[in-house]
């Protein structure tokens, strides 16, 4: 059977078989531009589940078997096969998640590094060897080989706003550390998801090495993410999701990548021009429905005016409008999601925030909105909006805008806008968060460096040479000479 169906149901991947699921019930996916069907994926049983998994974990131990250098080599025929489909997937993504059709080329064409980078960096993991000696009282003559060996079977859950990179730099890491993959796609991207598969099928993937899975949460959610044979979890998606899948996971490794409130400091010395923009960007791509994206300003009350006019002239000149127009604030990607934004922004103004510039509402379409004068009271001084809009909150010193921080469930990353870098070193010891950003907005790149949260942000650390550490666990052989 071909990937491509003519009626639109997009079949799933079995020992590099596509396949229609026995149950015959499917999941449609609508457009977040019009609401128009995408195509639909099998709603799979978890029998079929059951199978997918067992027949990743059958060949593993033949995979890790494999050379390194073969892996490697097929993660680098699987780069070119991808950038032949950019235009074919980027046309998928941004049908299915409403991204420009430039933005979701932009990511076929990332990932396609991602995972050239990955199959380098995989060649480049050792092991270590220890003498006994170095511990008082121990043998010379004992020796420990430490071996970095895969976990197994790795089940891999991508997010929908970037379906095809944050699904890549799951599975390449994975398969160039010998672990076979059960792929989960978030359902809204998960054709995209698919289609990056076939790449992967394409470039000479063996049978059962990588399987999808799809379907509805509540049928096949927990019931493979608590598998016997799956052998660790990485995820990408919504911290409460994150959090039921690490109590799920029990007794097996597990890295997450959940959610923000990524605030931007702003201290009085900043270039104000450069901060408004590098605001607006960060807040306000994809229409905020980014992890990374600025979702908190903290600025200093004695420049904040001057912050506040700077970014109401640039939201204002921003198109907004469908992903097919090539808008800058595009729709997002449900009703319910617009729903709780707009439920945000409504509390906000009941409780006393200034509206320096608000959207329009237009079923699921926000145009951005700008509140200053947002306080701890408010809902979105502390909720992750996911959505298009900025709320300033004026404070009169940097360490007010610390204790904000701090007092944040949430740790992803932070920015910190000043001419004194002695300052930004100060603050940026003092804030509790995986990156931080002095001068520039918050964001995930470059895919080599490393991506952590802390908190309700996550666990573990992603990043290429950090994502394959996380896929290999350590196994120790003691010679006793």
């Given at each position: 059977m071909s990937l491509r169906q003519d009626k639109k149901v997009y079949p799933y991947l079995f020992n590099n078989e596509w396949k229609e699921s026995t149950t015959g019930e499917t999941v449609e996916i609508?457009?977040?531009?019009?609401?128009?069907?995408?195509?639909?994926?099998?709603?799979?049983?978890?029998?079929?589940?059951?199978?997918?998994?067992?027949?990743?974990?059958?060949?593993?131990?033949?995979?890790?078997?494999?050379?390194?250098?073969?892996?490697?080599?097929?993660?680098?025929?699987?780069?070119e096969e991808l950038e032949k489909m950019t235009d074919e997937i980027g046309e998928k993504i941004h049908l299915e998640v409403g991204k420009t059709l430039s933005a979701a080329k932009s990511e076929v064409k990332r990932t396609a590094?991602?995972?050239?980078?990955?199959?380098?960096?995989?060649?480049?993991?050792?092991?270590?060897?220890?003498?006994?000696?170095?511990?008082?009282?121990?043998?010379?003559?004992?020796?420990?080989?430490?071996?970095?060996?895969?976990?197994?079977?790795?089940?891999?859950?991508?997010?929908?706003?970037y379906p095809v990179n944050l699904a890549a730099s799951k599975i390449a890491p994975a398969l160039i550390t010998g672990n076979t993959v059960v792929f989960k796609p978030a359902t809204q991207g998960a054709i995209s998801g698919l289609l990056m598969v076939e790449a992967l099928v394409k470039a000479g993937l063996p049978k059962g090495v990588l399987n999808v899975v799809t379907g509805r949460g509540s049928v096949i959610g927990d019931f493979v993410v608590t598998h016997p044979s799956i052998d660790m979890i990485t995820f990408t998606g919504g911290t409460g999701t994150g959090q039921h899948i690490a109590k799920q996971a029990s007794m097996i490794p597990v890295v997450l990548?959940?959610?923000?409130?990524?605030?931007?400091?702003?201290?009085?010395?900043a270039d104000?021009?450069?901060?408004?923009?590098?605001?607006?960007?960060?807040?306000?791509?994809?229409?905020?429905?980014?992890?990374?994206?600025?979702?908190?300003?903290?600025?200093?009350?004695?420049?904040?005016?001057?912050?506040?006019?700077?970014?109401?002239?640039?939201v204002e000149t921003l198109k907004v409008g469908k992903s097919s127009?090539?808008?800058?604030?595009?729709?997002?990607?449900?009703?319910?999601?617009?729903?709780?934004?707009?439920?945000?922004?409504?509390?906000?103004?009941?409780?006393?925030?200034?509206?320096?510039?608000?959207?329009?509402?237009?079923?699921?379409?926000?145009?951005?909105?700008?509140?200053?004068?947002?306080?701890?009271?408010?809902?979105?001084?502390?909720?992750?909006?996911?959505?298009?809009?900025?709320?300033?909150?004026?404070?009169?010193?940097?360490?007010?805008?610390?204790?904000?921080?701090?007092?944040?469930?949430?740790?992803?990353q932070a920015s910190i806008f000043t001419k004194n870098f002695e300052n930004a070193f100060t603050i940026a010891d003092k804030l509790n968060v995986g990156t931080v950003q002095v001068n520039g907005k918050t964001s995930r790149g470059p895919d080599h460096f490393p991506f952590l949260g802390v908190?309700?942000?996550?666990?573990?650390?992603?990043?290429?040479?950090?994502?394959?550490?996380?896929?290999?666990?350590?196994?120790v052989l003691v010679l006793n000479l």
């Open positions: 609508m457009s977040p531009d019009d609401g128009a069907v995408v195509g639909a994926v099998p709603a799979m049983s978890q029998d079929e589940v059951d199978q997918a998994v067992k027949s990743a974990s059958d060949v593993q131990e033949n995979w890790e078997a494999t050379e390194g250098h073969e892996r490697s080599e097929l993660l680098h025929r699987w780069a590094q991602l995972i050239r980078h990955t199959a380098e960096e995989g060649l480049r993991t050792h092991g270590s060897f220890i003498q006994g000696d170095a511990f008082p009282g121990a043998s010379k003559a004992t020796k420990a080989m430490v071996q970095k060996v895969p976990h197994g079977v790795v089940l891999a859950i991508s997010p929908f706003n990548e959940l959610g923000g409130k990524d605030p931007a400091i702003v201290l009085e010395d104000l021009e450069k901060t408004a923009k590098e605001i607006v960007g960060g807040a306000l791509s994809y229409s905020g429905q980014r992890c990374t994206a600025i979702k908190r300003v903290m600025v200093m009350n004695s420049v904040a005016d001057e912050l506040v006019a700077k970014i109401k002239d640039k127009e090539n808008a800058d604030i595009t729709p997002m990607i449900d009703q319910k999601s617009a729903d709780f934004v707009v439920s945000l922004i409504d509390d906000a103004k009941e409780k006393g925030a200034t509206v320096v510039t608000e959207g329009i509402r237009n079923e699921n379409l926000l145009g951005a909105t700008v509140l200053d004068n947002v306080t701890e009271d408010m809902e979105l001084a502390w909720e992750e909006q996911f959505g298009p809009v900025i709320p300033i909150m004026r404070v009169e010193n940097e360490l007010e805008a610390i204790d904000l921080e701090k007092r944040n469930q949430y740790g992803l908190k309700n942000s996550g666990q573990g650390v992603q990043g290429i040479g950090r994502s394959i550490d996380s896929m290999l666990r350590d196994k």
